[in-house]
């Protein structure tokens, strides 16, 4: 009741429906479509009464056991040319001559707008504080330049006054038959509007009926969408390999919506992800994590953030998340849900686990490159190392290969992070053969013109092997030897780690690969064996099988 206002909604439902046959008992997303309706109108905190009016038993069926009450139609009614008026002013009577009672306002729902929100519902039944108002209508802005046609002089002409950008087009709206409200004295068998209207103008999402199976697969898509928090940093000192990994993933995140958390301290981070135009908060310090966690509401979380805590970990778990974990080392990965790593070994008893590259998500320009195609000859090197090469490893690698007999263009891509960036440019500045690179956003071609790659035992193996380009790797830090994608059995040269690595060994490792053809087609092909395209795939398969579960024991 809203201002001792009675109200009732009255939600039409015919058996028969052409775009999509039986669509009001057809399950979407796991409940019949005029579930939505009924749910919606019983949760308003105005609404007294919901009658569903059908002619079609497994509707009334239905309808009743979610709690609400039939009229059944009788065949005058039931016919396809019967108005909507005369049905609803029908339930309308039955209704109220079961109830010994009569309504102030009636609300006639359409049961093919799912995405209605309660709250929309109570604001427009709010309106009727007016008391000259006699009818609320639902209607979404829809900005076009619209053409008509003329039949007579079979022409078709504009309807608008001039043509011009959408934004700049006067405001014209549409009805959606979501919501029809109306006092009760303007409702008979003929009309449910009175003549002092005023509008309820939906959101573009609420607005979407379901009329065919376009609909109905955008509208099930939205049901199913999840709201993902992921929690993710990068800076000078760290680089940007996890958000880059992230990045990726939420590029592809189409289907759900997702919230960028990110540290207060670390601008690099904010930038990037700025730079893509994803939603972000800021936090400083976890008790800041938790208050934008509760603000956004999500039901995943995913963390890149390195070796988690178990008191990070435990706390995220009370608060009932299913949590999701990249690359994580820590004593709090044993309390994620999931945990998805495709360099790092683990403790093969972890059944929360996967690893391998199978879940490797590639960044977006290394889906449409082209594999590299393996030549005679040896003409562009690239080194590359992960990370801002504290050891160096980039300049070390220089002085070999400059050691030997190779003349060729040899490219040096170092991090952000990268010290004395200057004095390296300067070292090697009259060397035409040399170009070193900072900060590169399009490693991709650097990576396709490389006949060689030179690198750490990182994720940077996984972008060689996705264009098929030879590579040497070399463990830069006890973490890498973890890595165990590094190895032949997947076309990479492994001269293990650097620090017992003699410069007369990478220089013999390096002409061998460089005068061996067969040695780089040998490799070229056991990269293209493996697939690195589906990680995306891989892992969404994995989370929503897992959260299904999860969800189920809540």
């Known amino acids: 009741m809203f201002n001792n206002n009675k109200i ?43 009658v569903v009016t059908t002619d079609d038993s497994e509707i009334a069926s239905i309808s009743e056991k979610f709690g609400v009450s039939v009229i059944r139609r009788s065949k005058e009614l039931s016919g396809e040319d019967i108005p909507l008026d005369a049905v609803v002013f029908n339930a309308m009577v039955q209704k109220e001559k079961s109830a010994f009672d009569e309504y102030d306002i009636v609300i006639t729902m359409l049961p093919t707008s799912p995405l209605l929100k309660t709250q929309t519902l109570d604001n427009a039944i709010e309106k009727f504080d007016d008391f ?95 709201r993902i928090g992921i929690v993710v940093n990068a800076n000078n000192e760290i680089g940007t390999r996890r958000i880059d990994n992230c990045l990726a993933f939420a590029s592809k995140l189409v289907s759900h919506e997702f919230l960028f958390i990110l540290d207060e301290k670390h601008k690099l981070g904010q930038n990037l992800v700025e730079k893509f135009g994803f939603n972000f908060k800021i936090y400083n310090g976890h008790d800041a994590i938790y208050n934008i966690l509760e603000e956004f509401a999500p039901q995943i979380i995913i963390n890149d953030v390195s070796d988690t805590t178990e008191e990070y970990m435990s706390d995220l778990k009370e608060k009932g998340y299913f949590v999701a974990n990249f690359d994580d080392l820590g004593v709090g990965s044993n309390l994620a849900d999931v945990v998805f790593d495709s360099l790092y070994e683990h403790d093969l008893s972890d059944t929360n686990v996967y690893t391998g590259q199978k879940f490797h998500i590639l960044k977006d320009e290394f889906y449409f490159q082209p594999h590299k195609v393996i030549t005679q000859d040896v003409d562009n090197i690239l080194i590359m190392v992960d990370g801002n090469d504290p050891k160096h490893l980039s300049e070390k690698f220089l002085e070999a290969i400059l050691s030997t007999t190779y003349e060729m263009k040899i490219n040096i891509i170092v991090g952000r992070g990268y010290e004395n960036i200057e004095q390296f440019i300067s070292n090697y500045e009259s060397n035409p053969l040399v170009q070193i690179y900072q900060n590169v956003p399009n490693v991709s071609d650097f990576m396709f013109k490389a006949d060689i790659l030179v690198t750490s035992a990182s994720k940077i193996m996984y972008d060689a092997c996705a264009l098929g380009v030879p590579t040497i790797c070399v463990y830069q830090n006890d973490l890498e ?74």
């Open 132 to 226: 000259s108002l006699e009818s609320v209508i639902s209607v979404v802005e829809d900005k076009q330049l619209f053409w008509g046609y003329d039949d007579d002089n079979k022409i078709y002409f504009p309807k608008y006054i001039e043509r011009c950008n959408r934004k700049d087009l006067p405001s014209s709206f549409r009805e959606t038959g979501a919501i029809i409200a109306t006092r009760r004295g303007f409702i008979n068998e003929i009309s449910c509007i009175g003549e002092n209207i005023d509008v309820i103008e939906l959101s573009d999402e609420e607005a979407i009926t379901v009329d065919d199976f376009k609909d109905w697969w955008i509208v099930e898509t939205i049901l199913q969408r999840k």
């Open 8 to 50: 009732l909604v009255v939600i039409p439902a015919k058996g028969v429906s052409k775009g999509i046959p039986r669509k009001y008992v057809r399950l979407l997303n796991n409940k019949p479509l005029i579930y939505y309706a009924i749910n919606i109108a019983k949760s308003s905190q105005y609404v007294d009464d919901v």
């Open 481 to 554: 030897t973890s890595h165990v994608f590094a190895n032949s059995a997947n076309g990479i040269l492994n001269l293990g780690d650097v620090e017992s690595l003699t410069k007369q060994e990478f220089v013999n490792q390096f002409l061998e690969l460089v005068n061996n053809h067969d040695l780089r087609l040998n490799m070229h092909n056991k990269m293209k064996s493996i697939d690195l395209q589906h990680g995306y795939e891989n892992i969404c398969a994995v989370v929503t099988e897992e959260y299904r579960k999860f969800a189920m024991n809540k």
